[in-house]
């Protein structure tokens, strides 16, 4: 004979023992068997805390996308949740805060930058979202003066071919002369200005970064 499925209710009841028990892998072996049995209602408070089981026992057995798409699950639900304003503007700095950790431990800097930029959008300004939001900033900016670093030493490397091509008896061929003159002068200027004017790349810079990744989002 075989065994019934359990219901809703015992589904809840069994997630929130093992989860209450610290018994994160079963949480998510019991849930993996009887998802099918389990329909989330976006509007109750109880369903609620079966996604909270959920997203923190995925990360807890390092399943960061799974625990990722309970906490978005978590945001989607909590728009429709009756709760004092306060109570659901710390349950949103608190899901954002768990996207932003799980994107950090998965190098995902961008998804990072952008999850932090997308709640001060949303929320206003928060310190800690703040202090993320311009150490992100200033990462990705000393990347990008490493990047351009290298670009200039690979920008002097042709220069000094280019020069020594003649004593060579070497020459540019004539159908890449113009285009390669044309292309190494914006270099050097690129490099220069970067020198020059560091304050007003990296304004510059940072502007595009949000543009790219936060007010087009």
Not at 27 to 48: C, G, H, L, P, T
Not at 85 to 105: A, Q
Not at 174 to 193: A, D, E, G, R, T
């Amino acid at each position: 004979m075989s065994k019934t499925s359990p219901n809703k209710s015992e589904i809840y009841n069994e997630i929130e023992q093992l989860y209450f028990s610290d018994k994160f892998s079963e949480v998510v072996e019991f849930w993996e068997r009887n998802i099918s049995n389990y329909q989330i209602d976006y509007k109750n408070q109880a369903d609620n805390n079966v996604l909270e089981a959920l997203a923190t026992s995925y990360y807890e057995t390092g399943m960061y996308d799974r625990s990722l798409f309970y906490i978005d699950a978590q945001i989607v639900q909590l728009k429709t949740l009756k709760l004092p304003s306060h109570e659901k503007k710390n349950k949103y700095r608190y899901y954002y805060l768990n996207k932003v950790n799980i994107y950090f431990k998965q190098n995902k800097r961008f998804l990072e930058y952008k999850t932090i930029g997308a709640y001060i959008q949303d929320f206003g300004k928060d310190e800690t979202f703040q202090e993320l939001f311009k150490s992100l900033e200033e990462y990705f900016y000393r990347k990008y003066l490493l990047i351009n670093r290298y670009f200039g030493y690979v920008i002097l490397i042709i220069i000094a071919i280019a020069m020594l091509m003649p004593l060579l008896n070497l020459h540019i061929p004539n159908n890449i002369y113009k285009p390669y003159n044309i292309i190494s002068i914006i270099c050097v200027i690129w490099i220069v200005l970067n020198l020059l004017l560091p304050k007003i790349f990296k304004r510059y810079f940072l502007y595009v970064m949000r543009c790219l990744f936060i007010l087009h989002s």
